[in-house]
Each structure stands twice: as structure tokens, then as C-alpha cells.
């Protein structure tokens, strides 16, 4: 082997044993600029992080990853090259790229088209793209790989990833960005793409150890990785912008300063797309610590019911909630407090189309007749179809119904929410240790947030009305008079009856 041969051999093996070399050295000769690693304090770039995952997926240690990082740190460049130089290592291979919609996925597609049509890549590997192909989203190498492009929730007619039968690494599916980031908040959107990743995507593999890759960064609680991770059969590479040591994972893209002004301005946006975590940081409004579990129920002074009804225009998941509460008096060993609490006696969940809902409020409702203490109100927030079920109510004797109105002067949700709060925070709203709700309505309430970044409220709605109505407002029951009340009574009706003299005085001056 000549010197030339000798140096072109080395620099093929160092080519293909390093996708961080490849990488850097097929940008630059593409773009002309460098790529860029990036310098974080306290770790080692994320670049080489992403990069010694994806070698475990070639070597065939890996075959589900998850790898979730920050917008704009240069997730897509590593995904395309790494298409590209697995084609140089493994010329037969079979991949599918997809992502959110199909014009995104062609455009990389294109790109690692053009990175395996350079000079510099014909010169130290013998792939070739074939005469024939000039579609940017699909195309074969004349060595029997191939590489299309797909969108989520399109169809994939007679193609696959990977090689039947084969024992060496035979390409996969990627997947770079699944959800779009404003459409992941739709529920028939966002199940639409987890439903058609399992009963589609995933039966596109040519086998059974044929890897499928994610990569992307968090949108909602609810997306398509959160259901993943689920299933403990992925690996997970989670890169949160700033580390559990307060550190920025790319200084040169956003040093901490204006990592901590954006998690500021958009706590939700950041938590998801920047921590990979879709929850702001610090948690929820309500704490789980907040709720009395009782082991036996209060004697209740009232009872009374809150409802809040699906939209009949909303996607058919969202909920409708009928919430069963009694107000009682705090005591302590049996020594009255002088404050009132809130006790939630039951409560119901539940998705049902609006032409039952009638029938389901009444076996609700017959329930919560059979109580020791009868509830005296219902209260329904006034929508579309809480104004037709607070219409049917009101022609049936011994119901008292309050309509619920939401307007600019009762507030946002967010509003609602932490008024609330503070009641919630003195530990004035309880429940049953038996409780066959107990469970779930502590665990919605821990899942509200401050910026409406939680997918269902419906429950949180009625405990709000019900804090209203009973503990702000004393509707249900009127608050107690203390002794200061009285105090203040007693000196108002005096200053009455001197006013009362003084000007009987002036008449008869």
C-alpha cells in the first residue's frame, strides 16, 4: 500500500469508527462553516453524548431510543449524518425518516441525498446514489440501501426500515420531531399521532431487532415519548438545557442568563421543550400535602353539589364532573375552631356524549339523596350544555339550582384557581380515607399548574365553585359570628342610636 493509499485508508477508518469526526468533517464541506461542539461547564458536550448512543444502535446494543434535547442544538444535523454514515458503514441499509409533517422530512431526506452526492464522501466510501432517483424524498443507493421520507399519520405503502434475516446493522426508523409544537395541545391531534405510530409506524421494521429512534425535544405530558417511556422498553438519553448543578448545556447557544429569563418569561414552554420535563418547575398550585385524609367523615352542617359539563363543540375527551361536597365545622378534640371546611363526599368523572347526560346527573344525583345530610343546591357552570341541563333541573320540585356564570369580572381559570389556593394551602378541603375518589382528585389537583399547562381541569373547576360557594361567599351555609363579629355589631348599633339622639336634639333646638 502506498503512502496515498496508506493515508486515504486511515482517514476512511477514522471516518467511520467516529460519527462526531464524520460529522464535523462533511458539514464543513457542505456548508463550508464548522460544526461547532458545544463547551458546558462540569459535563462533556451533548454532541458526544448523542453521538455514543447512536453508536450503540449501530453496534446493536440498542434498538428503542429515546434521546430528548433542547430546540436548535443541532439535533437534526446529527440525525442526518448519522443516516449518512451508517449508509457508509452499511451500504444495504434500509431507512425511514419521519417526522411531524412529510415536507419537513423530505427536506432532511435531501440533505443526506446531497451529503452522500460530495466529492469528498464518493472519495472515501463507494456509495453512490442511483441515476435514476431525483425525488428529495425518497432515494436508493446503486449498493441496495435506501432512505424515505414520511410524515406523521401519512401512510408508508411497501416501505420498511432495516434487513430481514441480517446480522449486522440494517438502517431504521427515524424519528425527528413527531409532534408539531402547535398542535400537540389537541387532544384528537396528539392521540391521532400515538395511534397511528402504533397501529402504522411501528410495523414498518423489516425485523424484530430493527432500532427505532426519537429524538426531539418535549411538548406536552401526554405526547407520544410520555407514552413510550411508559412501557420501560426504551432507553433514554434525557438532556435538559441547564443540569441538576444549575450548569447551561450550550454556553454559545444561551448561557444561563438567558436560559433563567426564559424559563421566567414561559415557565411551561421551557419545562417542556428546554428541561424535557412538561411541568413547570416547582410544581403545581395545589400541593398533595394540602388534603386531609380523614379516616371518618364530619358531621356536615350542608350539603350540595358542583357540576361542570363537557362543551358539546370540544373533542369528545373532555370530561364532565359531578362533584358531591359538605361543609362542617372544624374541630379539635372536640373544641370548636370557628372555621368551616369543605369535605368532598364523592365525586365523578366522567366522558359521555351530551344526549346522556341527564340520566347520568340523576344517578348522580340519586346517590347523594341517600346521604344522612341531602343536598340543598346544585350549582352548574352556565355553558352550552350546562344551561340545557340547569333547564331541565329547574322544572323538578326541591332542587335549587345556581347558575355559574364566567365572565371577564369572575376571571380567568388561572384567576379562580389561586383564589382557591389559600384554602387549599390551610388544609379546609378534605377527603375520605375510603373515599373511591379520593385517590384520583388528589392527583388531578396535583397536576394543576399556573399557566394552564396541565391537559384536564374539569374536577378543579368544580372544587373552585365549591370553595366559592361555600368558604368565600358562605352561600351554602352563612359564616359563624365570632365574638369580635359581635363586638362590632354591638358598637354599630350603639353609634346608631347616638346618631339617633343627637339628631332628635337638633329637632327640638
Excluded at 47 to 66: M, P, W
Aim: contains cysteine; glycine residues 6%; neutral net charge.
Amino acid at each position: 500500500m502506498n503512502q496515498n493509499n496508506k493515508k486515504k485508508y486511515d482517514l476512511t477508518c477514522e471516518l467511520m469508527s467516529s460519527l462526531i469526526k464524520f460529522t464535523q468533517c462533511f458539514y464543513k464541506e457542505r456548508t463550508g462553516r464548522k460544526f461547532e461542539l458545544s463547551f458546558p461547564d462540569g459535563r462533556i458536550s451533548h454532541y458526544i453524548e448523542i453521538a455514543d448512543a447512536l453508536h450503540r444502535v449501530i453496534k446493536g446494543e440498542c434498538n428503542r431510543l429515546i434521546i430528548n434535547v433542547p430546540p436548535r442544538y443541532g439535533k437534526t444535523e446529527m440525525l442526518i449524518h448519522f443516516v449518512a454514515w451508517a449508509l457508509a458503514r452499511y451500504p444495504d441499509s434500509n431507512f425511514l425518516y419521519v417526522s411531524y409533517s412529510h415536507s419537513l422530512a423530505k427536506k432532511q431526506t435531501y440533505t443526506i441525498k446531497q451529503i452522500i452526492q460530495l466529492l469528498m464522501y464518493d472519495y472515501f466510501f463507494d456509495v453512490k446514489i442511483k441515476d435514476d432517483v431525483s425525488a428529495k424524498d425518497n432515494f436508493e443507493v446503486s449498493t441496495g440501501g435506501s432512505v424515505y421520507a414520511a410524515g406523521a399519520g401519512g401512510t408508508i405503502t411497501g416501505r420498511g426500515a432495516g434487513i430481514k434475516n441480517s446480522n449486522h446493522f440494517g438502517g431504521c426508523i427515524v424519528v425527528d420531531d413527531i409532534h408539531k409544537p402547535d398542535e400537540v395541545t389537541s387532544d384528537t391531534i396528539r392521540e391521532g399521532i400515538n395511534d397511528w405510530y402504533y397501529n402504522t409506524l411501528q410495523s414498518r421494521v423489516n425485523s424484530r431487532t430493527t432500532p427505532i429512534i426519537f429524538i426531539g425535544q418535549r411538548l406536552h405530558e401526554d405526547d407520544l415519548v410520555a407514552n413510550l417511556i411508559k412501557t420501560n422498553e426504551w432507553e433514554t438519553l434525557i438532556i435538559p438545557a441547564i443540569d441538576v448543578a444549575g450548569n447551561a448545556l450550550h454556553p454559545q447557544m444561551h448561557d444561563i442568563k438567558t436560559l433563567r429569563k426564559m424559563q421566567h418569561e414561559n415557565p411551561y414552554v421551557f419545562a417542556a421543550q428546554y428541561q424535557q420535563d412538561p411541568q413547570p418547575a416547582g410544581g403545581g398550585i395545589f400541593k398533595t400535602e394540602w388534603f386531609p385524609i380523614l379516616e371518618h367523615e364530619p358531621q356536615m352542617l350542608a350539603t350540595f353539589l358542583t357540576i361542570d359539563t363537557a362543551e358539546t363543540d370540544k373533542d369528545y375527551n373532555d370530561a364532565t364532573v359531578f362533584s358531591f361536597w359538605g361543609i362542617y365545622d372544624i374541630k379539635i378534640k372536640d373544641v370548636e375552631t370557628g372555621q368551616r371546611g369543605l369535605h368532598c363526599i364523592d365525586c365523578l368523572e366522567t366522558r359521555i356524549e351530551p344526549k346522556d347526560l341527564e340520566n347520568t346527573l340523576f344517578n348522580f344525583y340519586a346517590g347523594c339523596m341517600r346521604y344522612k345530610v341531602k343536598p340543598s343546591i346544585v350549582a352548574i357552570e352556565k355553558k352550552s350544555t350546562g344551561v340545557t341541563l340547569a333547564s331541565v333541573l329547574k322544572r323538578y320540585p326541591g332542587m335549587r339550582i345556581i347558575d355559574i356564570e364566567r365572565t371577564k369580572a369572575s376571571g380567568s381559570k388561572t384567576t379562580r384557581f389561586l383564589e382557591a389556593q389559600p384554602y387549599v394551602a390551610q388544609r379546609l378541603v378534605s377527603l375520605s380515607e375510603s373515599g373511591r375518589h379520593t385517590e384520583m382528585f388528589v392527583e388531578h389537583m396535583r397536576k394543576i399548574t399556573a399557566n394552564n399547562s396541565h391537559r384536564f381541569d374539569d374536577i378543579c373547576d368544580t372544587m373552585c365553585d365549591a370553595i366559592k360557594l361555600s368558604l368565600i361567599d358562605g352561600t351554602i351555609v352563612p359564616s359563624p359570628s365570632t365574638p369580635d363579629d359581635y363586638n362590632k355589631m354591638a358598637k354599630n348599633m350603639m353609634s346608631g342610636f347616638n346618631r339617633i339622639d343627637q339628631m332628635k336634639k337638633k329637632a327640638y333646638e
